[in-house]
Every structure is written in structure tokens, then in C-alpha cells.
């Protein structure tokens, strides 16, 4: 930014930079963008340090294709030959060899390098799956910390009306020592729970940066916990066959391992070259002239067996793996599933089962001691019940938000 001073008196140029400088202080900071599941999940798979690693292993992967199954390059030979007195000659030829390569030996390990490269991008997706999930699982700890931390201030909120009623008693001679010591007790409790909790959402929120290589160890984060009823099981495989990084490259690899082997049945062609050239020849008889011939490779000891071994091995263990792949996935989406289906069935039955008397029960409790008709013991014990209450359901959900993340990364959703 540039400040352009007017040409006046001295004074008023410090008047002047003044201003401009309390203008550049007033100018607020601009705060980080708060973590949300979206941005967590995208940043895990695409610009973390392991996976930024494992897509770079993938692209050296593809890289590597490149170099693989070309065409032999044509060359050029030189060749000379001379002869001494008493009769001195020499000769000179000049030959551009071509070579060819008609078998499927060149086809067949192209195939074979796409294939580890597909490999290697669809292990690449899956670290960056299993990543985001790890993430998620930090992120909404995060944000069920920051929602116990406002419990908390909450509980202490009402420990502090407690305490001026308290007070006003002890002033008219209504209230014990013992009342006044079971309070501060429990007001140091409160409070070191909530010095716990907030440090915990701190350190928490450092983890997650950590993981993610990112430089926001203040950030805040941003979401809820509501997640709908989970799909039928043969929907969400459906879905797991469209998204789940290794169920989608399986059927990419099959078919490159059956080109593959296919090209390798034909690796026993054997190769040959064609050549031709000028012939100069000086001496006694100088003359000059052409050369050509042709070189066959004779297929007696390499008849493309390592090309053939090779593919027939990917496509026969890729057969194999494609069984118990899609069971494993089933499994565990099933798991995943049934984990996320029992995790929100518990948290309505407690929600319903408790949702009435947890206010009714601090109500009666506050109003209660206010009148004289309650003790503080009671009021405490309803105070700790409700808060209980409100921390069983924050644990309920936060155990629904990390079945849903689960059976997300089952799926390959994240």
C-alpha cells in the first residue's frame, strides 16, 4: 500500500501518516475458514503428505509406461575394410538398419506397466479414502469437544445462580459452612472439566493439522451430527461398485491382464531387421555399389516365456482377488451399515426415553431450592444428572458420525 503525502507543511504530513497508519491497524484480520466435513475430506485426499506421496508414486508409475512396448529405434552402421600393398584396397560401407518387432512381446509389457500403474493410482485413491476417514474421525471429535465445552460452560452457568442464592442465604444466616464447601467443590470439578475439554478440542485440532500437513492449528470447526438412515445394503454396494477406489480399478486391471496375456501368446514371432547402404570400394578394382540384407532373430532359448509367465500370473491373481475383494467390501459395508443403523436407533430411544425429564427434573430442582423446599445436595445431584444426560447424548452423537464416516469410506464416499 502506498501512502502518498501532500506536499504541505510538516505538520500536516504526520497528521497525514497518522491517520493512514491507524486506517492499517483498524483493518481486521482477516480469520481462517473454519474446517467443515467437505473441506476436511478433500484436503486429506488430495494435498496431505501421505497421500500427496502415494499420488506421486502413482504418477512415477505412469510415467514408467512411457518408456515401455515402443518400436525398436532404427541405427546406422559404418563399416571399412583395407587391405596393404602390393595391392592396396579398401572398401567402405554405409547400411541404415530398420528393425521389426511384429510379436506381441512389445504389447505385452506395455499392458503389464499400465497395469502396475493402475495398481499404483488405485492404491493411491485408497490411502486418500483411509486418510479422510482418520481425518473426519479428528474432525468431528473436534467438534463434540467444542460442543462439551459449552455443556460445561453451561453446568457452571448455573453453579454461578446457585451460588448468589447461596450467598444471599449465608447473609441472613440461612445457609452452613458445609453448603458453602460443598458448592466450591463442586464449582473447582466443573471447572477443571472444562479446562480439560478445552485443552482436549486444542490438541485435537493440532492432530488434525497435523495429519492433514496444514498450518491451521487455531482453526475452528464447523458441522453437526445429523445423518440420515443408511440406504439398503444392495444399494450401497451398488454404490461401492461405482465409487470404492479398488472395486472400480479391479475391473480396469482384469481387462488389461486379459490383453496382456493375450499379446504375450504371440511373443514367440521372432524379430528381424532390414538393412541397406551404399558400398564405395577403392583400389586396383574400384567400383561402387549397394548393400542390403536381412537379420532374423532365431526364437530357440526366448520365446516370450517370461511375457506369457508374467501376465498369465496378474490374470490369475486377479481372478482370485476379485472374489474375495467384493466379499470383503460386502462385509464391511454390512458391518458399517448395521454399526450406523444401531447407533441411531439408541440415540432416538434415549433421546425419547429422557428428552422430558431432564428439564423437568433442573426445574423442579432450581425452583425448589430457591424456595427453601430443596436441599443444595438435591440441586447439585439434579445439576450432574442433566449435564450427564446431555453428555450421553453428545457421546451418542458423535458414536453416529463415526459409523456414518465408516460405512462412508466402505462405500468410498469420503
Known amino acids: 500500500m502506498r501512502i502518498r503525502l501532500p506536499k504541505t507543511p510538516t505538520v500536516n504530513r504526520i497528521s497525514c501518516l497518522v491517520v ?45 509406461v512411457e518408456g515401455v512396448g515402443l518400436h525398436p529405434n532404427p541405427f546406422l552402421d559404418w563399416e571399412r575394410q583395407e587391405t596393404f600393398s602390393p595391392n592396396a584396397q579398401s572398401q567402405d560401407v554405409l547400411r541404415a538398419h530398420i528393425p521389426f518387432d511384429l510379436s506381441g512381446r512389445r504389447d ?3 499392458l503389464l506397466a499400465e497395469l502396475d500403474a493402475e495398481d499404483s493410482r488405485a492404491g493411491a485413491s485408497s490411502v486418500g479414502q483411509e486418510l ?37 442465604r449465608q447473609a441472613a444466616g440461612e445457609a452452613s459452612g458445609y453448603e458453602r464447601a460443598r458448592l466450591a467443590l463442586e464449582a473447582e470439578l466443573g471447572r477443571s472439566r472444562l479446562e480439560r475439554a478445552s485443552a482436549e478440542r486444542a490438541v485435537t485440532i493440532q492432530e488434525l493439522a497435523a495429519l492433514l500437513g496444514a498450518d491451521e492449528a487455531r482453526a475452528t470447526v464447523r458441522g453437526d451430527f445429523e445423518v440420515a438412515d443408511p440406504a439398503p445394503l444392495d444399494e450401497l454396494m451398488a454404490r461401492a ?58 526364437p530357440v532359448f526366448d520365446r516370450g516365456q517370461g511375457e506369457q509367465a508374467e501376465a498369465s500370473a496378474a490374470l490369475s491373481s486377479l481372478s482370485d482377488y476379485e472374489g474375495a475383494l467384493r466379499a470383503a467390501v460386502r462385509a464391511s459395508v454390512a458391518a458399517a451399515r448395521a454399526r450406523l443403523e444401531a447407533a441411531l436407533t ?68 469420503l
Not at 473441506?39 to 497421500?51: D, L
Not at 445462580?161 to 444471599?168: D, F, I
Open 346 to 413: 439408541e440415540r432416538r430411544r434415549f433421546a425419547a426415553a429422557t428428552g422430558d425429564d431432564t428439564g423437568l427434573l433442573l426445574r423442579a430442582a432450581s425452583s425448589g431450592y430457591r424456595g427453601g423446599e430443596r436441599t443444595l445436595v438435591e440441586l447439585l445431584d439434579a445439576r450432574r444428572a442433566v449435564l450427564e444426560v446431555a453428555e450421553r447424548e453428545l457421546t451418542l452423537d458423535l458414536t453416529v458420525r463415526l459409523a456414518d464416516v465408516e460405512l462412508r469410506r466402505t462405500t468410498g464416499a
Open 132 to 168: 479422510a476417514a482418520r481425518a473426519l474421525g479428528l474432525f468431528y471429535a473436534a467438534l463434540a469437544l467444542e460442543r462439551r465445552t459449552d455443556l460445561l460452560r453451561e453446568a457452571q452457568g448455573v453453579l454461578d445462580e446457585v451460588s448468589r442464592v447461596l450467598s444471599s
Open 20 to 64: 493512514a497508519l491507524g486506517q492499517l491497524v483498524a483493518t481486521p484480520v482477516r480469520a481462517q475458514a473454519p474446517w467443515t466435513d467437505e473441506r476436511v475430506s478433500a484436503h486429506a485426499r488430495e494435498r496431505a503428505p501421505v497421500t500427496v506421496a502415494a499420488h506421486g508414486t502413482a504418477r512415477r508409475a505412469q510415467a514408467r
Open 241 to 298: 461398485r461405482e465409487s470404492h477406489p479398488l472395486l472400480r480399478s479391479l475391473e480396469v486391471q482384469v481387462d488389461l491382464a486379459r490383453r496382456a496375456r493375450s499379446a504375450a501368446d504371440t511373443a514367440w514371432i521372432p524379430r528381424f531387421e532390414i538393412f541397406g547402404g551404399y558400398n564405395l570400394q577403392i583400389g586396383p578394382q574400384a567400383g561402387h555399389g549397394y548393400a542390403v540384407g536381412v537379420v532374423l532373430d532365431v
Open 108 to 110: 505385452a509389457a506395455r
